[in-house]
């Protein structure tokens, strides 16, 4: 007699699920820093990389106001996004654009003791564009904007994570 569709599906997931539990396989977290408390300093008062840095934070880390209360400060120097026209059509019409999104930045303890000296990150995306679907460009210019900074961030992070002074 044979199975049902349904049951052999969920059968071949199961194995699947148990076979991926027994090699080790776990989902990438956020970096173990080694600190409870983290100050951004310089950033201006609604930046976009400030907040995708907080999102990219493990759950223990808190951020605090005062670089004087924090054991890690990370300092932007520069916090920057650009887009520029790759290539147009005959009639001068934009087809392509460049996205960029950068940042300098540096680390040091609450104390002012350096940690990481003036390091640049920086992502950038091509992104067509159609003049007829301008709505739904930008919509994809803002999911890629907030790709490429999510992933400065955990860059920013995982740095953070080798220099960041031990509890």
Do not use: N
């Amino acid at each position: 007699m044979r199975q049902p569709l349904t049951r052999r599906l969920w059968l071949c997931a199961a194995v699947g699920a148990l076979s991926l539990s027994g090699c080790g396989f776990a989902l990438k977290g956020p970096p173990q820093l080694g600190v409870q408390t983290v100050a951004l300093q310089g950033f201006a008062p609604q930046s976009e990389m400030a907040a995708a840095l907080r999102r990219a934070l493990p759950r223990d880390v808190r951020v605090v106001a005062s670089p004087a209360q924090a054991e890690l400060v990370i300092s932007a120097r520069d916090d920057r996004f650009e887009r520029s026209v790759v290539s147009s059509t005959a009639a001068g019409q934009v087809r392509e654009f460049r996205l960029r999104v950068s940042l300098k930045f540096s680390l040091s303890t609450g104390t002012g003791k350096p940690l990481l000296k003036e390091t640049l990150l920086e992502q950038s995306r091509d992104m067509s564009t159609i003049e007829t679907a301008a709505l739904a460009k930008e919509v994809e210019q803002e999911a890629l904007l907030l790709e490429m900074r999510d992933d400065l961030a955990r860059q920013l992070l995982r740095m953070a994570a080798t220099v960041a002074p031990a509890r």
